[in-house]
T-cell receptor
Framework: GAGVSQSPSNKVTEKGKDVELRCDPI?????LYWYRQSLGQGLEFLIY????????KSGLPSDRFSAERTGGSVSTLTIQRTQQEDSAVYLC???????????????FGPGTRLTVL | DQQVKQNSPSLSVQEGRISILNCDYT??????FLWYKKYPAEGPTFLIS?????DKNEDGRFTVFLNKSAKHLSLHIVPSQPGDSAVYFC??????????FGKGTRLHILP
């Protein structure tokens, strides 16, 4: 497809379970970002990948959160031992690169709505 | 510590009038600013951006103004249309660093 895709679109899980969220960025985009939006909150940065550089993990809220980007393309965000406060919409975005200007316009996927019961 | 602040959670504007969405930032290293628009159940989409070397950027009905001394930017939409009803996110970045988003302002265009 032409845009960023994310799966699943909705995920309901029980507290304590692990979940994996997937992001397929736009082909050729070297930068990939994960954000989450909790109810009534803005877009909270979680992590970004830029080419072969070490990812910036400074936004991950705890060590239960991790992300991988395989082959410079698909990314998976994993949340271990989910808690109710993890409930949010998780958004993935990609851009050509991270450099400022027209090249860093981020294209967002539709998000995954995670509900932890 | 919120580096990008949108202090109005919501705003209602009559169709045809001007919508003004405000944003304040605290990090003086920010030098690139963006606005994104988000409809329900969709990801945000890029709307307009401005570099710190400018104080105004216009694209059709959308104009972004930047006041560096006040660390303030605003998005003007004129005339406002029903399709403009959405959540608008202000965002900023320092050179070649990640983009930081505000909490968003929900804009309602009234018929």
């Amino acid at each position: 497809g032409a845009g960023v895709s994310q799966s699943p679109s909705n995920k309901v899980t029980e507290k304590g379970k692990d979940v994996e969220l997937r992001c397929d960025p736009i082909s050729g985009h070297t930068a990939l970002y994960w954000y989450r939006q909790s109810l009534g909150q803005g877009l909270e940065f979680l992590i970004y990948f830029q080419g072969n550089s070490a990812p910036d993990k400074s936004g991950l809220p705890s060590d239960r959160f991790s992300a991988e980007r395989t082959g410079g393309s698909v990314s998976t965000l994993t949340i271990q031992r989910t808690q109710q406060e993890d409930s949010a919409v998780y958004l993935c975005a990609s851009s050509l690169e991270i450099r400022q200007g027209p090249y860093n316009e981020q294209f967002f996927g539709p998000g995954t709505r995670l509900t932890v019961l | 510590d919120q580096q990008v602040k949108q202090n109005s959670p919501s705003l209602s504007v009559q169709e045809g009038r001007i919508s003004i969405l405000n944003c304040d930032y605290t990090n003086s290293m920010f030098d690139y600013f963006l606005w994104y628009k988000k409809y329900p159940a969709e990801g945000p989409t890029f709307l307009i951006s401005i570099s710190s070397i400018k104080d105004k950027n216009e694209d059709g009905r959308f104009t972004v103004f930047l006041n560096k001394s006040a660390k303030h930017l605003s998005l003007h939409i004129v005339p406002s249309q029903p399709g403009d009803s959405a959540v608008y996110f202000c965002a900023a970045s320092a050179r070649d660093d990640k983009i930081i988003f505000g909490k968003g302002t929900r804009l309602h265009i009234l018929p």
